[in-house]
């Protein structure tokens, strides 16, 4: 399958700082990138689609100006979590998307990333 | 609008199958499936396609029904890799909104 890494796997910041998380698609092209985020026994949401070349969509609720998405190349996009604050604690997952000679689109998922704000 | 999974969670046996069921109140296009284990990323499995239906795994399938607007994932003779979190994405295009999840326990 599609390889995604994600970069860190865990992070803690003091509240106040911003923290950079990477999202590099391996073996694929990725036009489309995705981020979500993760609360314990929770679901996976969905913060916003990150398009490379162009800005990203967020979804409702989601303040972009909190949470900055870059997708600058075909194979990295970057969530930044602008001060950051405890609330802002979470497991920040990224996906990136493969399309099939099918047609078929898959979402590959990165390992995720473990933010403390203290 | 999230769709709805069940059972929230399932324990069994090495050797016992198990069936998860996603459940959506609007129309479905498409369902995905991943497995989650703890602090991992969620692994696809398998995408379902409205008018029918595909095979993922080897003892790992899935049903799709459109008209019920449900789906159903069935784990064969369980392993103990089995275990995780499975969920369930329903949507239209390729950006499912996902299910809460159902846990998975296989014991040996």
């Known amino acids: 399958g599609a390889v995604v890494s994600q970069h860190p796997s865990r992070v803690i910041c003091k509240s106040g700082t911003s923290v950079k998380i990477e999202c590099r698609s391996l073996?694929?092209?990725?036009?489309?990138m995705f981020w979500y985020r993760q609360f314990p026994k929770q679901s996976l949401m969905l913060m916003a689609t990150?398009?490379?070349?162009?800005?990203?969509?967020?979804e409702q609720g989601v303040e972009k100006d909190k949470f900055l998405i870059n997708h600058a190349s075909l194979t990295l996009s970057t969530l930044t979590v602008t001060s950051a604050h405890p609330e802002d604690s979470s497991f920040y997952i990224c996906?990136?998307?493969?399309?099939?000679?099918?047609?078929?689109?898959?979402?590959?998922f990165g390992a995720g990333t473990r933010l403390s704000v203290l | 609008q999230q769709p709805v999974q069940s059972p929230q969670a399932v324990i069994l046996r090495e050797g016992e199958d198990a069936v998860i069921n996603c459940s959506s109140s609007?129309?479905?296009?498409?369902v995905h499936w991943y497995r989650q284990k703890h602090g991992e990323a969620p692994v696809f499995l398998m995408i379902l396609l409205k008018g029918g239906e595909q095979k993922g795994h080897e003892k790992i399938s899935a049903s799709f029904n459109e008209k019920k607007q449900q789906s159903s994932l069935y784990l064969t003779a369980s392993q103990l890799s089995y275990s995780g979190t499975y969920f369930c994405?329903?949507?239209?295009?390729?950006?499912?909104?996902f299910g809460r999840g159902t846990s998975l326990i296989v014991h040996p």
């Open positions: 609007k129309a479905l296009y498409s």
């Open positions: 994405g329903a949507g239209g295009s390729y950006i499912p909104t």
């Open positions: 990150s398009n490379e070349g162009s800005k990203a969509t967020y």
């Open positions: 996906s990136a998307l493969l399309r099939g000679k099918d047609g078929l689109s898959i979402q590959y």
């Open positions: 073996d694929f092209q990725a036009t489309t």
